[in-house]
């Protein structure tokens, strides 16, 4: 088995550790739904074949002098049934323990794991081979003990290599990035991103709302069908991605008062970088965008809704096509990479750098409303596919966070807040059902009182 004694935290992984708090704990949840109640005896066996894979998951975060670091750990993680609120505390810097756990409850697996540790692809790839390991040893003699999964190439080293290291040598990154088929490029995106990244980020529109008691998570998941919603996309000529994104963005405005238009609606969009640099890496190698969007002629000249869908989705797209290009993702690593590999950077004490990492965290906060992961289509081997219902994530948040996974044909949109209003959600789920999109709504917020 690979294995390592300590590994620094990747690039993207050192912010989360000073900025860990009870009210957001940077944990996210996957969850699979089987169609059969979870055996925890498989399970425990299932999550045992997986580590095999990827034994760097089986580490606990330590304190250095200069950065936070992983530690090779011993301790064996145990399966146990849901036993506290979701995404609850992972990292805590008093205590050495896992950064990862697995629960079930009923027909639910569970994966919860702290960001730091991975985003939400690389957890992703271990949650399927802990599923594909269970399918496996629960139905012996009904799934042929050959059956193919497409995670299991990549070696348990190249899984926890540092990618953002890899792809970084001497101020430069190496390679230039391939773009995806829905992808869109031109000399007038590009020229459009260098505008955005040299004008000064404005303070975004916040939700405000009561919260919920003891940093608890309201969770309302829609389950939609993948197929019409890219009919309905492909109508309006976007991706799904640019559909949804209007969707959320015209939800929010729907709260706004002619005041809170004076401020952007801004909408964080993490960027799985695996679809541009090739790596099987399972820690973190993600950017972000932020997609803005500006409803302030609707608080100067009071008009009732001159911003309509077609008006804010044109904005939509006009984003993604300026920030999702080659040259944009390289000078973000390149700007990323270097201020962490600068010797003045190097020799500063951790504790000098904790107060200066909260506090570009927190001018990050101010400056976005909301947060739209899209984890994308999740696969499992065809013989699989028949015992599995479906897929979910969501996070911890400190603010509204809309996450979407599909598999099948099932898309499973989660929005997770720590407030308890959910007018935004409600009106995310009634837009999608006006558009001729069956929704069927799932809710946690009884249980919390809300």
Not at 217 to 223: Q, R, S, Y
Not at 247 to 261: A, F, H, N, P
Not at 359 to 385: C, D, F, R, W, Y
Not at 438 to 447: C, I, K, M
Request: aromatic share 12%.
């Amino acid at each position: 088995m690979y294995a390592v004694k300590w590994s620094r935290l990747d690039n993207a992984a050192k912010i989360f550790p000073p900025n860990t708090s009870k009210t957001d704990t940077k944990v996210f949840r996957f969850s699979c739904e089987l169609h059969e109640a979870v055996d925890a005896e498989v399970l425990q066996y299932a999550l045992n074949a997986a580590l095999e894979q990827f034994p760097f998951y089986r580490v606990v975060i330590r304190r250095g002098f200069f950065w936070y670091y992983f530690e090779q750990s011993d301790i064996q993680p145990e399966v146990r049934e849901e036993y506290k609120p979701p995404c609850a505390p992972l990292y805590d810097v008093n205590r050495k323990n896992l950064l990862f756990e697995l629960t079930y409850f009923r027909k639910r697996i569970n994966l919860e794991l702290y960001h730091a540790l991975s985003d939400g692809v690389g957890a992703l790839q271990f949650l399927r081979t802990i599923v594909y390991y269970y399918l496996l040893r629960k139905h012996r003699g009904e799934i042929d003990e050959n059956t193919c999964f497409d995670d299991s190439t990549a070696s348990a080293e190249q899984r926890s290599r540092d990618a953002f290291d890899t792809y970084y040598t001497g101020g430069k990154v190496r390679g230039v990035p391939k773009l995806p088929s829905d992808a869109r490029s031109s000399a007038d995106a590009r020229s459009s991103a260098k505008a955005r990244s040299s004008a000064k980020a404005r303070v975004a529109y916040h939700i405000r709302s009561e919260r919920f008691p003891e940093s608890r998570l309201g969770v309302i998941e829609g389950h939609v069908s993948v197929a019409a919603v890219l009919q309905k996309a492909h109508e309006h000529n976007a991706t799904l991605s640019e559909f949804l994104a209007t969707v959320l963005i015209c939800s929010i405005r729907e709260g706004m008062t002619l005041r809170d238009k004076e401020r952007p609606v801004t909408v964080t969009i993490p960027v799985d970088l695996r679809k541009y640099f090739s790596t099987p890496s399972a820690r973190n190698f993600f950017s972000t965008i932020n997609v803005t969007y500006d409803f302030s002629s609707e608080a100067s000249e009071g008009f009732s809704n001159p911003n309509g869908f077609e008006a804010v989705l044109a904005g939509v797209k006009a984003s993604f096509k300026a920030l999702l290009t080659p040259e944009k993702l390289q000078e973000w690593l390149v700007q990323l990479l270097s201020l962490e590999h600068a010797f003045a950077i190097k020799v500063v004490p951790l504790a000098v750098k904790v107060p200066v990492l909260r506090n570009a965290a927190g001018k990050a906060e101010k400056e976005h409303t909301t947060t739209l992961s899209n984890i994308g289509k999740i696969t499992m081997p065809g013989a699989m596919v028949p015992y599995i219902r479906l897929f979910d994530i969501f996070s911890s948040t400190s603010r509204p966070h809309l996450c979407i996974c599909s598999f099948e044909d099932v898309l499973t949109i989660s929005f997770a807040s720590p407030q308890v209003s959910s007018d935004v959600q409600r009106s995310f789920f009634r837009t999608l059902s006006n558009c001729g999109i069956a929704v069927e709504v799932v809710s946690n917020t009884a249980d919390l009182g809300a």
